[in-house]
């Protein structure tokens, strides 16, 4: 079960994943662009209802016998300083990006706990471990799903199900193109806009919107982590640029921390 995947990450998820023979049931909020394949189900679900995600869940382990692999990809990015976001807006992406991968894998992990066997995959970002200016209520929403998903991974390890987190880094996606949500701009961050992004211009013309790497190759190393049976990393970096990103952002809260020689030696004795 792959949400999120008339686009992105998520149609070269649900691609790869025909191409190598599973069946597949893919969900989406609106209509779909994806070919028709004997092997493809396609289900409309909104992940931020609650309700509805558990249904859809149902629906599936009825006609398949089950959900062997979830794959948590249904997200929105957000461009906006935190004093621009609006209420609605804040709520809206919390309500997508952290509440629908809890409430599906709600619901998935009754099924897989009666197999003992499962996995939930989800798709969060080097952006979880660091943070940008203006991304800042995008990458609350996934520093809150690695918290929760790492809990939730020694939760139901002795039930059999695996949970991973996937960080990609830049992909060529429609994510920071046609799909970025932007902030009604404030005059003040013009400066910190043009800066990060070269233009103060919101949203963004589509020629600047960030380009990455290839989601199918994305969608492969991910396909090839689920299938690697030993391998038990909790966090995947997937992208070129991702170690780097990851590295930056570690070394960074790591020097706040170093500031206090408790932690030091604290390192030290878990060195030895």
Known sequence: ????????????????????????????????????????TVEHLDVRDRAAAHAVVADIAARHGGIDVLVNNAGTGFIGAAEEITEDAARSIVDTNLLGPLWLSQAVIPLMRDRGAGHIVQISTVGAVGTMPTLGTYNATKWGLEAFSEAMAAEV???????SLIEPGALDTEWAGSSMRFSTPMPHYDALRTRLFG????????????????????????????????????RVIVGDD?????AAALATRRADYRRDPRFIAAEASLEE
């Open 157 to 163: 390890a002795e039930f059999g199900i695996t949970v």
């Open 242 to 246: 991702a170690p780097a990103q990851v």
């Open 1 to 40: 079960m792959i949400t999120g995947a008339n686009g992105g990450l998520g149609r070269a998820l649900t691609r790869a994943a025909l191409d190598a023979g599973h069946t597949v049931v893919a969900t989406m909020r609106e209509g779909h662009e994806l070919p028709a394949h004997e092997r493809l």
């Open 199 to 234: 233009t103060a211009r919101v949203p963004w013309p589509e020629t600047d919107a960030v380009r990455g790497a290839d989601p199918h190759k994305a969608a492969l190393a991910i396909l090839d982590h689920v299938a690697a049976a030993d391998d038990e990393r909790l």
